[in-house]
């Protein structure tokens, strides 16, 4: 399977994809660790650096733009500093912002990583501030978001929708997107939301999620092999269920049966942020590609293994994926 992997990754290049979803300002604010606080039992740090990086949705599309295709990304922002620093990251990673939706109500979603240098390779994590609301978007909002889609869908070679779960992508919007897809290609990384994108090409989720939904113990490959088959069952999927399961690899289930693609033995892994991002990126552009969906899972799999040795977001180039392919036992 090595030599079809590296001769799919160039085919990776030149498409379009749609992705609509919850998009994420990550904020990084790095510091030494000089000593203990008298307030509390915590580090304090020396201020060294602050970096916007590109989440939720935002993450997707810059993996899809990495590897030399196009992505146009539909989300909800909000009228504020955090909008206008997203907009300018999502400029420098190639993606236009032209399509985010403003809604004055809820703030743009901001994640605050405090990262300490405590003599470390990387920088450690030791507090996350999250500002968002959760609210569903109200039905105005919700309207100019499906009118966007619409607008967008039809140039498009695939869409991809990444749920974080804030509050965007309700049932309703969708069954719209599924709907105005018609033939094209549908991929949705689920965090745990199944009903709703069912009639979807393609759902992924982790272990966890699956374990959560279906109320199961999922322990064994043939644990998971049965999970994936009935959820791929009871959504109707037309092309595949994926569980990923982190150094366990992921389980693929298709109309045909349930197969197990393993994960390369990584090693060094510093920070899983952001992985299963790119994995779903990666299945999108492959399956357009022409790639069968347990190649595409193969080929995610080398991606997020590249992914797991950074901390943060991280897009895999075609290099790094070419390496990681080479590298592996497939």
Same mark, same amino acid.
């Given at each position: ?15 379009r994809v ?7 300002l ?5 510091g ?15 201020f ?6 590109a ?18 990304l +539909?989300?909800?922002?909000?009228a /504020?500093?955090?909008? #206008?620093a *997203? =907009?300018?990251v $999502? &400029? ?8 985010l ?25 030791v507090?996350?501030?999250?500002r968002?609301s959760r609210?569903?978007?109200s ?38 997107i599924?709907d ?16 709703k994108?069912?009639?979807?090409? +393609?759902?992924k989720?982790?272990? /966890?999620?699956?374990? #959560?939904? *279906? =109320?199961r113990? $999922? &322990? ?21 269920m ?9 389980t693929?289930?298709?109309p ?11 090693t060094d ?22 790639a ?12 997020s ?16 994926l ?9």
């Amino acid at each position: 399977m090595r030599e079809r992997l590296l001769n799919l990754i160039p085919q990776l290049a030149g498409r379009r994809v749609l992705i609509v979803g919850d998009v994420i300002l990550d904020e990084y604010l790095t510091g030494r660790a000089t000593r203990m606080s008298r307030e509390a039992p915590v580090p304090v740090l020396e201020f060294e650096s602050r970096r916007h990086v590109a989440g939720g949705a935002g993450n997707p599309a810059a993996n899809v733009v990495a590897l030399g295709s196009e992505a146009l990304l +539909v989300a909800v922002v909000g009228a /504020d500093a955090e909008a #206008d620093a *997203l =907009r300018h990251v $999502l &400029r420098q990673n190639g993606i236009a912002p032209d399509s985010l939706i403003v809604d004055e109500t809820r703030p743009t979603t901001l994640k605050t990583r405090l990262m300490a240098h405590m003599g470390l390779r990387f920088p450690q994590q030791v507090a996350r501030l999250d500002r968002l609301s959760r609210a569903a978007l109200s039905p105005e909002v919700e309207k100019r978001v499906g009118e966007q889609i619409a607008v967008l869908l039809p140039q498009m070679d695939a869409v991809l929708v990444s749920d974080y779960r804030s509050g965007m992508l309700s049932p309703a919007l969708v069954r719209l997107i599924r709907d105005l897809a018609g033939d094209k290609l549908t991929t949705a990384d689920s965090q745990g939301e199944f009903d709703k994108y069912a009639g979807f090409g +393609v759902v992924k989720c982790n272990a /966890d999620e699956a374990r #959560d939904h *279906l =109320r199961r113990d $999922l &322990r064994s490959d043939a644990d998971f092999a049965e999970g994936a088959q009935l959820l791929f069952d009871r959504m109707a999927l037309k092309r595949a269920m994926v569980i990923t399961r982190g150094s366990d690899g992921a389980t693929v289930a298709l109309p045909d049966g349930a197969f197990h693609c393993p994960a390369p033995v990584i090693t060094d892994v510093f920070d899983t942020v952001g992985a299963g991002d790119t994995a779903i990126a990666v299945m999108t552009l492959a399956l357009v590609a022409g790639a069968a969906p347990v190649e595409a899972v193969a080929l995610a799999n080398a991606a997020s293994g590249v992914v797991v040795r950074r901390v943060g977001n991280y897009a895999p180039t075609p290099q790094d994926l070419r390496q990681a392919v080479a590298a592996s036992a497939l």
